[in-house]
């Protein structure tokens, strides 16, 4: 008991000085020289098998007693979820992807102590053909500017030395030590930085109303609960890089005059909570949350709370709600959530993005800040680049890099030759926008006026497969179940929307569905009472626009262009190319397939329900689509 | 006939019941604005939130029972009625929905007779939906008691199922 007291004052650090001895003292234990082997531990590479490596590399590393010379790290997600697992061999950064058990004893023997690069296991750029050694020249890592998620790759996110040997919880002893909130406030002001989460409201002015808001309690809240299907920036910082995260919601309260904090987070995510978990502990521990941090009086705690999988608790009231123990249902909001919030009280809440930001804008200045981006939008911003993509995954870049950079240099284009269709963003709210606008430059102003919007930074991309129509369809769905019910436009209008959508892709639409549509969405974006219904209609919107052939394909022709539409499409097998393999005859799920083996199969029309099964199982191209 | 219960051994399994549920709710008494928490940690005990429970939870912290209700069935991460020995999960967020998540759900409901939210007869399987998991790149995606399946098909869906008895 004691000697656990000793060890735990030992680290704790009382003052800025002593932050800086624990982080001298760190650094001087490290050897930067040493080998160290870094896996990828996100979600992502945890499901293409990265554990299973993590454990071999510990049996390879034991049986040969290499614990000294050797280090492995399990960090937090790289980004290129793609090619996962991935493993860096640092210090000199030797890139393997796809990395199974099999191979880490080689990897041992061969690259950690042989010092000779494992040909098989390198990244093949598909554009050149080459293959790639050092992680910093895989093209979809060094178009990125990684300001914000570059740690993730590097630190033990269940350790926190790992975080202050980076410089972590400088920015958080410089602002409690040396700045005063109002300085704080203004120094996020002048970075130009706005909100991450979706509505890029300024962050200062955020920050400045709750301070100005009068209130004994008021609270900090970090807005986990990334529902935007296809979007998972949130989580992979979260569970890569708490600290980072809690250390911006610090300086968040200590600006506005906070005690009190909340991460909700979505319960879908359990690394990203049990990180956040230990990252609290780890922080209290180390007396940089709690009582007196670093001794500058200032207290501050944080409290996780797991949502309950309601994609209406990402806005701000309804969040609130939830965290009060409430339904999640949000309110008219007349007054800002910054004056009264939480239990009526001031509240400052910001995405898991905008407060990792925040250490950086507080530790290299508001002019460092803002030189990166555009006109109105400063900084970086984390997408997630998923879909019909090759390299798919989590991208870093400075506002104002265009559509076509993102989804060409970084993303490699399109698989399978295929032809790109539209970009979506922003998530359910968002819009899709069509090839004709590739050179946009990304930022919260030029994707509003294309009828789509940032959001949390989904981008997913669609090729010539897609079909609009059944995109507009499907966020129309999603939007209707996420609805909370409460005010009529919402919950009638997306019914209906829906209900349109559904005929038209069935092939029973009419022409005066698309002005109902329009009529509806106006209704929607001017009525609902929070933003899930206000801009509920923009995919609607947004491919009406863009995309009206297709709809018109739909309803004049009965014809999906994109060969997606169940009821408009028919399977066939063409006899020139059918070998006669029986294969898809096997799979069938309805035996509604005929034929002899070797003599070119048939499909019975009437049987047929249209799975696509013996579509994905022919090797020779023979099934049809139509 | 005489009815062979064994009455200290069901007794012994309602108490510890009994003891499980009062612990658990007892953890949440000075924090009773975190309901969503507490019935979650109910279902990954219980699988599912038994009505009893509910009841209880409303007496020991003073909550209004259609408050207790009305969040047990806001959100979807929570069941009302129990779940087979198994919980398939399959996401159809965007990603994985342009990938083919739909088909995988089509299927399940096709050999397997469980629309989401629904269970098997012989109570093997419960499948549910999720909007996004977080894993797009490996679309598309389904978990099977925890364990995430990247890129999975109809067929590739059926071999992994195979395994859970």
């Known amino acids: ?626 | 006939m005489e009815l062979a219960l064994d009455f200290p051994k069901v007794k012994a399994i309602v108490e510890s019941y009994t003891e499980k549920v009062d612990s658990l709710i007892d953890s949440y008494a000075d924090n009773k604005e975190q309901l969503i928490s507490l019935l979650q940690d109910i279902q990954t005990e219980f699988n599912y939130l038994p009505q009893d429970v509910l009841v209880k939870i409303s007496q020991k912290l003073d909550i209004p029972l259609s408050q207790v209700f009305s969040v047990a069935t806001f959100f979807r991460a929570f069941s009302l009625k129990p779940r087979g020995r198994h919980l398939i999960t399959v996401c159809l967020g965007t990603a994985c929905h342009i990938r083919g998540g739909q088909r995988l759900v089509d299927k399940l409901e096709r050999d397997y007779g469980i629309k989401p939210g629904e269970t098997t007869e012989d109570k093997r399987f419960t499948l549910e939906t999720v909007n996004c998991l977080g894993c797009c790149a490996l679309g598309p995606v389904a978990v099977v008691d925890g364990k995430y399946e990247s890129q999975v098909t109809p067929d590739k869906l059926d071999r992994v199922l195979r395994g859970y008895k």
């Open chain 1, 1 to 626: 008991m004691v000697e656990q007291v000793r060890k735990l004052l030992e680290k704790r650090a009382g003052s800025a000085a002593e932050l800086e001895n624990l982080r001298q003292s760190i650094l001087d234990k490290r050897d930067t020289n040493r080998a160290c082997i870094s896996v990828c531990g996100g979600t992502g590479c945890r499901a293409s098998g990265a554990e299973a490596v993590v454990d071999a590399f510990l049996d390879e590393i034991e049986r040969r007693e290499l614990q000294i010379q050797v280090e492995l790290k399990e960090t937090g997600c790289h980004g290129f979820c793609e090619r996962g697992p991935v493993v860096v061999i640092r210090p000199k950064n030797i890139f393997y992807q796809r990395v199974k058990p099999e191979d880490i004893p080689e990897i041992i023997s061969e690259t950690v102590l042989g010092g000779k690069i494992i040909e098989r296991l390198l990244y093949v750029d598909p554009v050149t053909n080459e293959k790639i050694v050092y992680e910093p020249d895989v093209p979809f890592y060094k178009r990125q500017t990684r300001t914000v998620f570059g740690a993730n790759g590097e630190i033990d996110p269940t350790n926190i030395e790992d975080y202050i040997a980076v410089g972590g919880y400088s920015a958080l002893s410089k602002a409690l030590l040396q700045m005063s909130p109002d300085k704080i406030i203004e120094e996020v002001k002048k970075s130009g930085l706005r909100g991450r989460g979706g509505g890029g409201f300024p962050t200062g002015r955020k920050w400045q109303s709750c301070r100005d808001a009068e209130g004994k309690i008021k609270y900090v809240i970090c807005n986990a609960d990334e529902g935007d299907p296809g979007a998972y920036q949130d989580r992979s910082l979260l569970e890569g890089n708490p600290h980072s995260v809690i250390e911006g919601m610090i300086i968040g309260a200590y600006a506005t005059g906070s005690q009190r904090g909340y991460i909700y987070v979505r319960n879908e995510y359990p690394l990203a909570v049990s990180h956040a978990r230990i990252a609290i502990e780890q922080a209290v521990d180390y007396g940089l949350l709690g009582e007196n941090i670093l001794g500058s009086g200032f207290n501050f705690t944080i409290t996780i709370n797991k949502g309950g999988g309601a994609f209406v608790c990402g806005e701000s009231s309804a969040l609130m709600a939830s965290l009060e123990g409430k339904i999640g249902e949000p309110r008219a909001k007349y007054v800002h959530m910054s004056e009264k919030g939480l239990w009526d009280s001031p509240s400052l809440l910001n995405n898991v993005k905008t407060w990792a930001n925040v250490p950086l804008i507080i530790n290299k200045g508001a002019e460092w800040y803002s030189r990166v981006g555009t006109a109105g939008s400063k900084g970086t911003m984390i997408f997630s680049l998923v879909g019909k993509i090759n390299n798919t995954g989590l991208v870093e870049v400075p506002m104002g890099i265009t559509l076509r950079e993102m989804i060409y240099d970084i993303g490699g284009g399109i698989p399978n030759g295929k032809k790109f269709k539209a970009v979506q963003t922003g998530g359910p709210s968002g819009g899709c926008i069509p090839e004709k606008y590739l050179d946009t430059p990304v930022d919260f102003d030029e994707l509003t006026k294309l009828g789509s919007m940032m959001g949390s930074g989904g981008m997913i991309v669609m090729d010539e497969d897609t079909c609009m129509v059944d995109v507009a369809r499907y966020f129309i769905e999603f939007l209707k179940g996420e609805s909370c019910g409460k005010c009529t436009p919402c919950r009638e209008g997306l019914n209906r929307m829906s209900e349109i959508l559904g005929r038209i892709t069935q092939g029973k639409g009419k022409r005066e569905d698309l002005d109902t549509l329009e009529d509806l969405a106006g209704i929607l974006s001017g009525g609902a009472l929070c933003a899930l219904g206000q801009t509920a209609a923009n995919p609607v919107l947004s491919t009406l626009h863009y995309f009206r052939d297709e709809y018109l394909a739909h309803i004049d022709e009965k014809r999906c262009l994109a060969g997606v539409c169940r009821e408009l499409i028919q399977y066939s097998i063409d006899p020139e190319k059918c070998e006669g393999c029986l294969r898809c005859l096997r799979g069938c799920p309805t035996g509604a397939i005929s034929g002899e083996k070797r003599q070119p199969h048939t499909i019975n029309q009437d049987m047929c329900i249209k799975c696509g099964a013996c579509y994905d199982v022919c090797k020779f191209n023979a099934v049809v689509k139509r």
